[in-house]
């Protein structure tokens, strides 16, 4: 069983167009976060929700928006899409929110704007 | 404002030896450090979670060990298989419950 699942896996697209990635998990996790990843591998938080508010935003643009319809769910909406966009985006969870607890990670979605 | 730093930035070793993979990071006030393993094209997997009061975590033929006053952490692997072959990050969760990640460290065990 999947614990952590992002969709789509891959996702290529034109520069200034919007578009979403899905995450969800079945651990029945209280928390729920957003990384990036850049070329350079360099790994970064983006976003962090607990049952469904957002408690953590990095300096992140406002074309990133994320929703959290239900615990068991976090989405991540990008508008106008940019060249620098392109990366691997990782949905991780974790029972609560705070650093003892541990993360678990989806498999990334790589976006490749061109 | 924190800065994570890992040692060598990739390693090749024969199969069957031991191994440290270094870990340095500037703000020594951290809540505790996580060490992550990535292999190519998956997500991250957490190894050990190291708490702040902790000196050390063991799990199998890992031991990761935690020095905050000089701000470093070392990964151990004990008698290393093909298997281990993977990226490995170190990640220092600060007390604001943010967790900044090193660069990784390229392991390869050579068969």
């Known amino acids: 069983d999947t614990a952590v699942s992002q969709t789509p896996k891959y996702l290529v697209t034109q520069m200034g167009n919007d578009k979403s990635i899905k995450c969800e998990q079945n651990?029945?996790?209280?928390?729920m976060y957003w990384y990036k990843q850049d070329s350079k591998k360099f790994l970064k938080i983006m976003f962090s929700?607990?049952?469904?508010?957002?408690?953590i935003n990095e300096t992140v643009p406002n074309r990133f928006s994320p929703k959290s319809p239900d615990k068991a769910h976090l989405n991540l909406h990008i508008n106008s899409l940019e060249l620098g966009d392109s990366a691997v985006y990782f949905c991780?969870?974790?029972?609560?929110?705070?650093?003892?607890?541990?993360?678990?990670f989806g498999p990334g979605t790589r976006l490749l704007v061109l | 404002k924190q800065e994570v730093t890992q040692i060598p930035a990739a390693l090749s070793v024969p199969e069957g030896e031991n191994l440290v993979l270094n870990c340095s990071f500037t703000?020594?006030?951290?809540?505790?450090l996580q060490w992550f393993r990535q292999d190519p094209g998956k997500g991250l997997t957490s190894l050990l979670l190291?708490?702040?009061?902790?000196r050390e975590q063991t799990s199998g033929r890992l031991n990761a060990s935690l020095d905050k006053s000089s701000g470093r952490s070392t990964l151990y692997i004990a008698a290393s298989q093909p298997g281990d072959s993977a990226t490995y990050l170190c990640?220092?969760?600060?007390?604001?419950?943010?967790?900044?990640f090193g660069k990784g460290t390229r392991l390869h065990i050579l068969p």
């Open positions: 991780a969870s974790s029972l609560r929110s705070g650093a003892q607890e541990t993360q678990y």
């Open positions: 651990l029945g996790h209280d928390t």
């Open positions: 929700y607990n049952n469904k508010e957002l408690i």
């Open positions: 703000d020594s006030a951290i809540y505790n």
């Open positions: 190291i708490q702040s009061s902790q």
């Open positions: 990640a220092p969760w600060r007390r604001d419950d943010k967790i900044i």
